[in-house]
């Protein structure tokens, strides 16, 4: 009973501060903090949703790959399974970052910047794992993390090219 006393004034006060309907399937609420956290300079925008992180990460994706190709400079962008958080340096507002990305361009976003991120080359690499083409240091030791992340992002440059290349292919799947 407690805590569903606290839940129930949590929420209350939710509505209360964003004086609007909570964050739901169809309603998204868009959050301007007033300052930044760590104090730096810039702006952020919150675009709470309930949609989880397997539609948010891809957002959140798109969102970075078209703030790079409007403005030149790299997004500072966050997501997780309730929100996206995108830090906006240049004088753009929230609406304009999210005009940005369009039902028509997002996989075009998604396939341009997708490569890039520390998310792609990790599932590359346990992709080329499982196909066994990072070498290990024998069957008796463990090969350290950071060599076999290391092997994997020199396997990536070398097949980057080729879009047919079997393990690419299996890591956009």
């Not at 956290?37 to 957002?59: C, F, S, Y």
């Not at 008796?140 to 690419?168: E, K, M, Q």
């Amino acid at each position: 009973p407690e805590a569903l006393k606290q839940l129930m004034e949590t929420l209350r006060s939710q509505r209360t501060a964003t004086r609007c309907p909570l964050p739901h399937r169809h309603h998204v609420v868009v959050e301007h903090p007033r300052t930044t956290a760590g104090g730096g300079a810039g702006k952020q925008v919150i675009l709470h949703a309930p949609w989880g992180a397997r539609l948010l990460r891809p957002l959140e994706i798109a969102l970075a790959a078209a703030w790079e190709a409007e403005t030149g400079e790299r997004a500072d962008t966050f997501s997780n399974n309730d929100c996206v958080l995108v830090t906006l340096s240049a004088g753009l507002t929230a609406a304009d970052v999210f005009r940005l990305v369009t039902s028509a361009s997002v996989d075009s976003l998604l396939r341009s910047h997708l490569e890039k991120t520390a998310f792609f080359g990790g599932r590359f690499r346990e992709c080329a794992q499982r196909a066994l083409l990072l070498p290990k240091s024998g069957f008796a030791r463990r090969t350290p993390l950071w060599l076999n992340r290391l092997r994997s992002a020199h396997l990536l440059r070398g097949v980057r090219g080729y879009d047919d290349f079997p393990i690419l292919a299996e890591t956009w799947r």
